[in-house]
């Protein structure tokens, strides 16, 4: 069995005189959550587009499950579910009606499919109640049930937590790692709440300007997203100082507003604080800290505001 579900080469999408995607070298491994990150217009819902078959490459290729032949990248989008720019649901159906209309489009026999279905999602209990009348979880809920009928290996969401409460962002969190989990579907999330994606993805893949500028484990993450003491001083100068001398560590930075962020004896946090109080430094703020998720992504596309 194939070890990638999707992968790209030198995949690119041209537009007049601009590159939506620029030879962009993609992989998803099977299993993986892969959060997919990049600013408004960067080029993520183009490479969503052109794996779902809604668009296609101006340059490079794209393989899905191993395949990458026209007749066999057909066949293999069957193995996907998808929602893309917000579910298509009929307003006046109940959620069953509306898998059962979605069930008989996609040409997918027999009618347990779908009560197994809204019950994968939490909306067997939902009975005559109209779309129009869900909330915007339910809702979303339900466009991810449809793209769940067929049984895919492979989900693609396009912003699934669009326009949730804090509520309704949990539960779907909650849901797409227990798909993933138990039904070991491989899920691409594109989306903008970078502090979700850091709580719920394996993998990430971040692009910017249609440059695919990097992919890294969630481990390969924690790595890259430092953890320091926090401290500020009085004094950090004298700090510095004692930090260098008592301490005897280089690593760390004196930052604006008199703090220090140092990134040694983190385990020794007693200790840090005994030096410098020894020294006559007047400690107003000391705390261990991390960058998230948000920090990274900033950090890495330039410090430019994510969209």
């Given at each position: 069995m194939n070890e990638y579900v999707l992968r790209t080469n030198n995949l690119s999408k041209k537009f007049k005189n601009s590159y939506a995607l620029d030879k962009v070298n993609l992989s998803i491994r099977k299993g993986a959550i892969y959060g997919f990150i990049g600013q408004n217009g960067a080029g993520k819902s183009t490479l969503i587009r052109i794996a779902t078959g809604l668009a296609f490459p101006t340059g490079g290729?794209?393989?899905?499950?191993?395949?990458s032949g026209a007749q066999e990248l057909t066949l293999a989008r069957k193995r996907i579910g998808s929602i893309i720019e917000g579910p298509a649901l009929y307003p006046h159906m109940t959620a069953e009606d509306n898998l059962e209309a979605h069930r008989i489009l996609k040409g997918i026999p027999?009618?347990?499919?779908?009560?197994?279905?809204?019950?994968?999602?939490?909306?067997e209990?939902?009975?005559k109640?109209?779309?129009k009348n869900f909330s915007l979880g339910m809702k979303q809920?339900?466009?991810l049930a449809i793209a769940l009928l067929g049984d895919p290996e492979f989900l693609?969401?396009?912003?699934?937590?669009?326009?949730?409460?804090?509520?309704?962002?949990?539960?779907m969190r909650e849901l797409l790692k227990r798909l993933n989990r138990q039904q070991g579907i491989t899920i691409l999330i594109s989306s903008h709440i970078l502090s979700e994606l850091h709580l719920l993805a394996s993998h990430y893949g971040i692009i910017h300007h249609g440059n695919l500028l990097e992919q890294l484990t969630s481990k390969e993450l924690q790595e890259k997203c430092q953890q320091y003491l926090h401290i500020k001083v009085n004094n950090p100068g004298k700090a510095a100082a004692v930090i260098e001398h008592e301490l005897a560590t280089t690593d760390f930075e004196v930052m604006p507003e008199s703090v220090i962020k140092l990134y040694k004896h983190l385990e020794q946090p007693g200790k840090v604080s005994a030096a410098l109080s020894a020294a006559g430094l007047?400690?107003?703020q000391f705390m261990p800290m991390g960058e998230d998720l948000e920090g990274f992504f900033t950090k890495r596309i330039?410090?430019?505001h994510h969209g």
């Open positions: 290729s794209i393989e899905l499950f191993g395949e027999g009618k347990e499919c779908t009560r197994k279905t809204l019950a994968l999602v939490g909306l209990e939902t009975g109640k109209k779309a809920r339900l466009g693609i969401l396009d912003e699934p937590t669009n326009g949730l409460d804090p509520m309704g962002v949990v539960e007047v400690i107003e330039g410090g430019l």
